[in-house]
């Protein structure tokens, strides 16, 4: 058995494994959605509370930048370990395609999946 290596602190911004994991993540919401919705997709927008139905222009969003993330974890975590975190259900919502990601200061205080570091023996 290998010896788990430390990941490199130095090593650049890297979405591959952020990707595939938003990709599961946002297939998931999308399930839930139409569940839902009795067929027809709802969601609630994460910054204005509104409605949106199927057919409605939406995005799926990282609230917190995964970038700003993986910088900040880099030194501890690996490429999965930081996709996980990324892509937790608290950092991962769907907004009306016209509404500005920055529209909330509010979503950038703090960090939304606290929880997750015990759950996952981070801490």
């Not at 788990?4 to 650049?12: H, M, V, W």
């Not at 490429?79 to 950092?91: D, F, G, H, M």
Request: glycine share 8%.
């Amino acid at each position: 058995m290998s010896t788990p290596t430390k990941p490199d602190p130095n090593r650049p911004y890297w979405r591959e494994e952020i990707d595939k994991e938003f990709s599961r993540v946002k297939a998931r919401m999308h399930a839930e959605a139409v569940q839902r919705g009795g067929g027809v997709a709802l969601y609630t927008d994460c910054y204005t509370g509104k409605m949106l139905r199927g057919g409605d222009p939406y995005d799926y969003e990282h609230i917190r930048s995964s970038e700003e993330i993986f910088m900040q974890y880099r030194d501890r975590l690996t490429n999965e370990q930081i996709a996980k975190l990324v892509n937790c259900p608290e950092n991962v919502a769907v907004s009306a395609a016209s509404t500005s990601p920055k529209a909330s200061a509010g979503w950038k205080t703090g960090w939304p999946c606290r929880g997750m570091w015990k759950g996952m023996g981070w801490m």
